[in-house]
T-cell receptor
Framework: GDSVTQMEGPVTLSEEAFLTINCTYTATGYPSLFWYVQYPGEGLQLLLKATKADDKGSNKGFEATYRKETTSFHLEKGSVQVSDSAVYFCALSVDRTGRRALTFGSGTRLQVQP | SAVISQKPSRDICQRGTSLTIQCQVDSQVTMMFWYRQQPGQSLTLIATANQGSEATYESGFVIDKFPISRPNLTFSTLTVSNMSPEDSSIYLC????????????FGQGTRLTVV
């Protein structure tokens, strides 16, 4: 079945450090890939997405490139801020019988220290 | 975009009782999804609720334990029946994620604690 594997957290970084959160996937067909973020006490929000191979999703300084050859969608940011502290979820969606439910990775907690 | 109102936001319930969670969307949607997020874990899809038909449950989830209603295109309920402490989780309602790779939108979630 479909699955998403994320690096385990927590990831602790100092402000302005470079961030990478690894995400790899297994899916039948051609999935769409997403990164969702959950800030403390808030609901899930879409951070960025990519719908086909070699697409790059970007938002708020975060980027991720859909790599079909390595089945990966790693999240990166060049300079993190304290306000980026949150839990990040990699997810995929594969059309099956007409519905597109999301399959989530385990989530990675990011803690950014001033 | 879609705005989802979910209630209650949290509840503490006695084991053996049932809780019904409501999900209201500000626009008509074909499918609504119910997820569970156990403490410190990721989201797991419980079921997909389609208006006018029975919900489709994922492996490990059954209708007797998690009955779902979908009376119209903007509303759904999930009931957690005969609760035990293992049901303590955050339950989330979601819409979207369908047709043309649109993003999924989530409610704020219902934090359930069973004592």
């Amino acid at each position: 079945g479909d699955s998403v594997t994320q690096m385990e957290g927590p990831v602790t970084l100092s402000e302005e450090a470079f961030l990478t959160i690894n995400c790899t996937y297994t899916a039948t067909g051609y999935p769409s890939l997403f990164w969702y973020v959950q800030y403390p006490g808030e609901g899930l929000q879409l951070l960025l997405k990519a719908t086909k191979a070699d697409d790059k999703g970007s938002n708020k300084g975060f980027e991720a490139t859909y790599r079909k050859e390595t089945t990966s969608f790693h999240l990166e940011k060049g300079s993190v801020q304290v306000s980026d502290s949150a839990v990040y979820f990699c997810a995929l969606s594969v059309d099956r019988t007409g519905r597109r439910a999301l399959t989530f990775g385990s989530g990675t907690r990011l803690q950014v220290q001033p | 975009s879609a705005v989802i109102s979910q209630k209650p936001s949290r509840d503490i319930c006695q084991r053996g009782t049932s809780l019904t969670i409501q999900c209201q969307v500000d626009s008509q949607v074909t499918m609504m999804f119910w997820y569970r997020q156990q403490p410190g874990q990721s989201l797991t899809l419980i079921a997909t609720a389609n208006q006018g038909s029975e919900a489709t449950y994922e492996s490990g989830f059954v209708i007797d334990k998690f009955p779902i209603s979908r009376p119209n295109l903007t509303f759904s309920t999930l009931t957690v029946s005969n609760m035990s402490p293992e049901d303590s989780s955050i339950y989330l309602c979601s819409v979207g994620g369908a047709e043309m790779n649109t993003e999924a939108f989530f409610g704020q979630g219902t934090r359930l604690t069973v004592v």
